[in-house]
C-alpha cells in the first residue's frame, strides 16, 4: 500500500483515470506522506487487514518540507517502511536546490557562476539511525539486488524503517541517460555513496563498499565528478575538499561499524 | 419505546464531544494540543489508555499531521476523528482541502478561538468560516447537549455523503462550560451509527490496484469530480435533515435540520446567528417579544452545505439582523452570506463578541434595535 508526495513519482506513475503502478497508491501533499502512511497502518492494524504502509518519497519531500513528519514517524516507531528516492534537488519543479544537494552542485537556485551550492548534503539516513529506529539502510540504483534484499529484510520489521536510496537524475545532473548506472555505481566507487544498514542495533557496511572502508581502494573522486555536468565548474581544490568530505563521512561510517558491530 | 436509559449527567463542552466520539467508537484518532480544543483529546486518550475504546490514538508533530494522519486512516476505511482550533486549524490548510477533495469522511471538532496577532484563546468565528469553501461540511453547535448530538450525526452524515465533517463548538463558552446534558446508552447510539462499511466504495486494501489523485489525463476528468462534489453538498442538505429527524425518533433530541427556527412564524423581524451565543440572542429575542416587537430567530446549525432554502424563509420579513462573531475586510460573513439569498436591502449585518469580547443578552437587545435603525450594511460593535 504506497503513499507518493509531490514528486517525480506522482508523474511517472501514469495519468489518471489510468495507473502504471500494479498497487493500491494513495497520492498525497507534499508534506504528509509519512502522516498518512501512519495512518493507513493504524487503520489495517485496527481493522485487521494484512498490508504494509509503504512511502515512496524524493528528497524535497522528505528531507525539507516532510521532514517534521518523517522525524515524528520514526520517533513514534509508526509501522511505515519509508523510501526516500534522492535525485539531490527538485527535480520535478526543474532542478532547484534541496537540501539534499551535495556542495558546489550546480542546481537552477544555486548557479554555478556563484559557485554552486554553498552548503553540505545532509545525511538524513544518519538522522534517522540517530531516532533509534528498528531499520535503516542507504541503497542505490546500480545495485539492485542489495536494494531488493534490504525491501524484503524492511517488510519482516515491524515499526518504522527508512531506506535513504540514490537514484542519479539524467537532466538535472546533466549527463547521458544512458549513463545513469554508470553515475551511480561510481558513486559507491569513488567512496561518495556508502551502503550500510542498521539492523537490530547492529551496525554494517554492505558490499561492495565494504572494500571502499580502505581508501586506497577508492576510485577518484573526479571520475564520478565529471560525468556530471552540474560539477563542471569545480576547480581541482574545490574536489580535493570534497574528497577530504568524503574521508570524514567514512570516518564517522567505519566509527558506527565498530560501535554497534557484532 | 424500549427501556433504555440515557444517563443525565453534567459535562463540558468538550468532554461532551469527546463521549460522542467514544460512543462513535472509532478507530484512528490523531492529536495535536491547541487550546481551547485540548482537552478532547486529553479524555479521548484517557478512554483508549484504560481500555474504554478500542482505537488507535496517535500523537503527531503538528495539526498538518493531525488531518494526514485521519486522512490516511480514512481512505483506509477507518473511522478516524481529530479536534483542533484557530491556528491549528489554520496549519492543517492544505490537508483540508484534500481530503475533501478526497471525499474522506473524517469527523474532526474546531473549537473555535481568534486569530492572532495578538495571541488570544478566546472565542470567535473566524476561525471555522474560514474553511467554509474547503470542501468540508460546517456545523455549529449551542449548547454541550448539542455538541455531543452534533458530534454523533455528524459521522452519519461524513459516511453517508463522503464529506468530512466539522463540528464547531465556542470555544471556552461551550468548550470548558459545564452544562447538564442526557448521554444516550450505547446500544442506541450503535443503532443509529453502524460501524463504517469497510469495503465502501473504494478502500484501500492490498491486492486491489486502485491509485486514488493521481494527475489526470484529461482535466475534465478533475473539473467532473469537483462539480460532484458541488452536487454532494447540495444532497447532503437533504441527508442533514433526515439524519436529524432520525437521530429525534431514536435518541429522542432533534434541532431542525440545517437551523433552527424560533418564533418566527408571525416575525416582522428576523435575528439570525450561530453558536453558543445563540442562547443569549434567544433570550433577547424573548425579552423583545415581552415588549411587543414581533421579532423571531433562525439559528444556522450548518453553514456548509449553505441553507439558502431556509434562509429564504425569512424573505417574509421587512427585516433581517444577522450576528457575526467574526470579522473580515468585507464586513461579517454571515452577514454575506445571508445577503446573497435575501438582498442587501433587507440585511443588516451586526459584527460583534469578536476577539472574545463578552456580549450579554442585553448587548444583544441594544445591538438590534441599531441595528433597525441602520436598516442596512455593516454595524460594527
Same mark, same amino acid.
Given at each position: ?102 556542495? %558546489? ?158 | ?13 468538550? %468532554? ?79 490537508? +483540508? ?31 471555522? +468560516? ?25 459521522? &452519519?452524515?461524513?459516511?453517508?455523503? %463522503? ?140 453553514? &456548509? ?77
Amino acid at each position: 500500500m504506497l503513499s507518493i508526495p509531490a514528486s517525480c513519482a506522482s508523474v511517472v506513475q501514469g495519468l489518471g483515470p489510468k495507473s502504471g503502478i500494479g498497487m493500491p497508491l494513495l497520492n498525497v501533499p507534499f508534506a504528509s506522506a509519512a502522516s498518512v502512511a501512519t495512518g493507513i497502518a493504524e487503520a489495517f492494524k485496527q481493522l485487521g487487514v494484512k498490508g504494509r504502509a509503504v512511502v515512496w518519497a524524493g528528497d524535497g519531500g522528505t528531507a525539507d518540507i516532510g521532514f517534521a513528519a518523517v522525524s515524528a514517524a520514526a520517533e513514534r516507531n509508526s509501522d511505515v517502511l519509508y523510501v526516500m528516492y534522492d535525485n539531490e534537488a527538485y527535480m520535478n519543479t526543474g532542478i532547484q536546490r534541496s537540501s539534499e544537494t551535495p556542495k %558546489y552542485a550546480w542546481t537552477t537556485t544555486t548557479p554555478a557562476y556563484a559557485g554552486g551550492k554553498k552548503e553540505q548534503k545532509k545525511d538524513v539516513a544518519l538522522i534517522m539511525l540517530a531516532h533509534g529506529a528498528p531499520y535503516v539502510a542507504t541503497a542505490n540504483i546500480a545495485y539492485p539486488q542489495d536494494l531488493y534484499r534490504k525491501l524484503k529484510r524492511a517488510a519482516e520489521i515491524e515499526g518504522f524503517k527508512f531506506i535513504h536510496l540514490f537514484a542519479p537524475c539524467p537532466p538535472g545532473w546533466s549527463f547521458d541517460p544512458s549513463l545513469t548506472v554508470e553515475v551511480a555505481r561510481k558513486a559507491v566507487e569513488t567512496g561518495y555513496w556508502i551502503l550500510w544498514e542498521y539492523d537490530d542495533g547492529v551496525f554494517k557496511l554492505n558490499p561492495p563498499s565494504t572494500i571502499y572502508a580502505d581508501k586506497s581502494k577508492r576510485r577518484p573522486l573526479k571520475e564520478y565528478l565529471k560525468l556530471q555536468g552540474r560539477f563542471a565548474h569545480l576547480t581541482d581544490e574545490q574536489i580535493a575538499e570534497l574528497e577530504k568530505e568524503i574521508d570524514k563521512r567514512w570516518d564517522t561510517v567505519l566509527k558506527l561499524a565498530k560501535a554497534f558491530g557484532k | 419505546m424500549r427501556q433504555l436509559a440515557s444517563l443525565k449527567t453534567a459535562l463540558t463542552g468538550n %468532554y461532551a464531544v469527546a463521549y460522542a466520539v467514544k460512543m462513535a467508537k472509532p478507530h484512528v484518532i490523531a492529536a495535536y494540543p491547541i487550546t481551547p480544543q485540548t482537552t478532547i483529546v486529553e479524555k479521548l486518550s484517557e478512554f483508549v489508555a484504560k481500555g474504554e475504546l478500542r482505537a488507535s490514538f496517535v500523537n503527531v508533530e503538528s495539526e498538518f499531521s493531525a488531518l494526514a494522519t485521519v486522512y490516511g486512516a480514512s481512505m483506509a476505511g477507518a473511522r478516524a476523528f481529530t479536534a483542533t482550533s484557530s491556528h491549528g486549524l489554520f496549519y492543517m490548510y492544505e490537508m +483540508l482541502w484534500w481530503a475533501a477533495g478526497s471525499r474522506a469522511p473524517i469527523v474532526m471538532a474546531v473549537v473555535t478561538r481568534t486569530v492572532g496577532p495578538p495571541w488570544n484563546i478566546h472565542d470567535e468565528h473566524n476561525d471555522i +468560516l474560514a474553511i467554509r469553501d474547503s470542501g468540508w461540511a460546517v456545523a455549529m453547535a449551542s449548547s454541550v447537549q448539542e455538541a455531543f448530538d452534533l458530534t454523533v450525526q455528524a459521522f &452519519r452524515l461524513a459516511e453517508k455523503a %463522503y464529506i468530512p465533517v466539522a463540528v464547531g463548538l465556542d470555544g471556552f463558552v461551550l468548550s470548558h462550560t459545564v452544562e447538564t446534558l442526557e448521554l444516550p446508552p450505547q446500544e442506541l447510539v450503535d443503532e443509529f451509527l453502524p460501524p463504517r462499511s469497510p469495503n465502501a466504495p473504494m478502500p484501500l486494501r492490498p491486492g486491489l490496484p486502485l491509485t486514488f489523485g493521481n494527475i489526470p489525463s484529461d482535466d475534465r476528468i478533475h473539473a467532473e469530480h469537483l462539480k460532484r462534489i458541488y452536487w454532494a453538498h447540495q444532497e447532503a442538505k437533504k441527508a442533514i435533515k433526515e439524519i436529524d429527524a432520525e437521530y429525534g425518533k431514536l435518541l429522542g433530541r432533534s434541532y431542525g435540520g440545517l437551523v433552527e427556527r424560533r418564533w418566527l412564524e408571525d416575525a416582522k423581524y428576523a435575528v439570525v446567528c450561530m453558536g453558543a451565543w445563540c442562547g443569549d440572542a434567544e433570550a433577547a429575542v424573548e425579552s423583545l417579544r415581552r415588549e411587543g416587537v414581533p421579532v423571531g430567530l433562525m439559528r444556522l446549525r450548518f453553514i &456548509r452545505p449553505f441553507p439558502d432554502e431556509e434562509v429564504a424563509e425569512l424573505e417574509a420579513a421587512e427585516k433581517v439582523v444577522v450576528f457575526d462573531r467574526d470579522i473580515t475586510p468585507a464586513g461579517g460573513v454571515l452577514g454575506r452570506e445571508v445577503a446573497s439569498v435575501l438582498g442587501r436591502d433587507k440585511v443588516v449585518d451586526v459584527v460583534a463578541g469578536i476577539a472574545g469580547v463578552d456580549f450579554k443578552a442585553s448587548d444583544f437587545k441594544a445591538a438590534f434595535r441599531k441595528a433597525l435603525e441602520a436598516e442596512k450594511g455593516v454595524v460594527l460593535i
